[in-house]
């Protein structure tokens, strides 16, 4: 009798460790938050695969016990490729993270609508390609989280980045009507803003401020931004936001908005407070 409970009470341990494992797809898993994500994730005993267009760059997944994917969110097939590898290998999608993303650095006059449409295509539509990939899958099985990486920029707004702001800002509309229309399915949409975070962006930035700076007759801007500083010293470590999408996923009912990272709360506490034109002279006193 004494051997059978036993037994039964390790059954029931190894139930509860299966019912807590989650198959995981994150986008942008080469650098900065995806990647701290996808290493901290597969610690805490999760299934992840990791998407990105740097293959070579991306494929320490599969020495860490993730797997890595051939990823970019602007072709169908390449997402549809993804999503049906995971459902066919795991059967079940437990959480998508959309971090992939990219910054277009410069004024708004300056930047071509050929590049301000690439930000959306990344920042947007190809989160919305994900999802329209991935509802189907989390409906039939009655369960999903969906985790949008947005920004404090999604609510906040700075020199130079109008048309990332403005990427930010639809993604988070986006996410809230999303949430609305999923929940009745079980779905839980979660919306991550993180604030000043060590990655890779800023550099991706950078050459957009190259290509159009010079000339320009927004100088004063250029010249009073400090994005390519690579001192990062105000800024914090990509786990900050790897912890808070794993206290996203382990919560039975995740907030809506989670925020972390440096200045995140301060900026996003000013934004709610101050009125517009306060808010204007705090972001240019900031930025110079």
Do not use: C
């Not at 290998?89 to 993303?101: C, H, K, S």
């Not at 988070?172 to 962006?201: A, C, H, M, Y």
């Amino acid at each position: 009798m004494l051997k059978k409970f036993i037994i039964s009470i390790l059954l029931v341990g190894t139930v509860f460790a299966t019912d807590k494992q989650k198959v995981v797809l994150i986008t942008g898993t080469a650098h900065g938050i995806g990647k701290s994500t996808a290493q901290y994730l597969i610690e805490k005993g999760h299934i992840v695969y990791g998407g990105d267009i740097l293959i070579e760059e991306n494929l320490y997944l599969n020495d860490i016990g993730g797997v890595a994917l051939v990823m970019d969110v602007t072709k169908q097939d390449h997402v549809d490729n993804a999503i049906n590898q995971v459902i066919a290998e795991q059967g079940r999608i437990d959480v998508l993270v959309n971090n992939a993303g990219i910054a277009v650095g410069s004024a708004i006059e300056d930047v071509s609508m050929e590049d301000a449409l690439y930000q959306f295509e990344v920042n947007l539509f190809g989160i919305g390609r994900t999802v329209k990939a991935t509802l189907p899958h989390m409906r039939a099985q009655g369960s999903g989280t969906i985790i949008n990486i947005s920004s404090v920029l999604g609510k906040a707004y700075n020199p130079l980045y109008g048309w990332y702001v403005s990427s930010k800002h639809a993604l988070e509309g986006w996410s809230d009507v999303l949430r609305l229309e999923v929940e009745q399915f079980g779905i839980d949409v979660v919306i991550i803003e993180p604030g000043l975070i060590k990655t890779n962006i800023g550099n991706y930035s950078a050459r957009y401020f190259e290509k159009y700076s010079k000339n320009s007759v927004y100088a004063d801007f250029y010249n009073s931004d400090d994005s390519e500083d690579s001192s990062f010293d105000d800024y914090s470590d990509p786990i900050v936001i790897a912890k808070v999408i794993n206290k996203a996923i382990d919560a039975k009912n995740p907030k809506t908005r989670y925020s972390a990272g440096a200045y995140s709360w301060i900026l996003l506490t000013m934004r709610s407070i101050l009125p517009d034109r306060w808010f204007d002279k705090l972001i240019s006193n900031v930025t110079g």
